[in-house]
């Protein structure tokens, strides 16, 4: 009777063992979406104040690999001659680090990348409008609280430096 009690347990133990050290996979067709709001910012440009609005939207094309698209909008200041306006678009590219770090859940996401996009910036009264292409960098994570609906940390070098926000699994 112990050897059956004890064959039960062990069953259960590496059943629960090979669970434990599950990796979220990051495969082709895996689908991110992003939506969530950014601080801060780098210069006279986007460091100014404000919260902005941001997306972005990821896909696996091979194992560990996504590229996708991002947007971001953000606006402050409450007069007219005195308002800022940028705006951010581009394109994606990330590394997930899962099975790299050798993570030991399938609930969490680590990734890092970089991207090319076209930032616009305008002022009322000085400045109408200015608009540059440069090369985003970006650091993040995700957490899954159900398999599909989780939160995301973000930072980079694009409208904001820390984005924070909310992220669904397809």
């Known amino acids: 009777m112990k050897k059956i009690h004890f064959s039960i347990l062990f069953v259960i133990a590496l ?3 090979t669970q434990s050290f599950a990796q979220m996979a990051i495969d ?7 939506l969530g709001i950014g601080v801060g910012g780098y210069g006279y440009y986007t460091g100014g104040g404000g919260i902005g609005l941001n997306a ?7 194992k560990n690999i996504t590229v996708g698209a991002v947007a971001g909008y953000r606006s402050y200041g409450s007069v007219a001659s ?9 394109a994606r590219g990330s590394y997930h680090f899962n099975e790299l770090l050798n993570l030991g859940t399938d609930k969490a ?7 090319l996009s076209y930032f616009s ?3 009322g009264g000085y400045l109408d409008n200015y608009g540059t292409v440069y090369v985003p960098i970006h650091i993040g994570g995700r957490y899954f609280f159900s398999e599909n609906i989780g939160g995301f940390a973000e930072l980079g070098s694009s409208l ?5 926000g ?5």
């Open 121 to 123: 910036f305008s002022y």
């Open 109 to 115: 996401d680590l990734y890092a990348g970089l991207g």
């Open 28 to 34: 082709k067709g895996t689908k991110f979406i992003n």
């Open 15 to 17: 059943l629960a063992s």
């Open 160 to 164: 904001a430096t820390l984005k924070l």
């Open 82 to 90: 005195y308002s800022y306006h940028s705006f951010d678009i581009g």
């Open 56 to 62: 972005a939207a990821d896909f696996g094309v091979t």
């Open 166 to 170: 909310v992220t669904f699994k397809f």
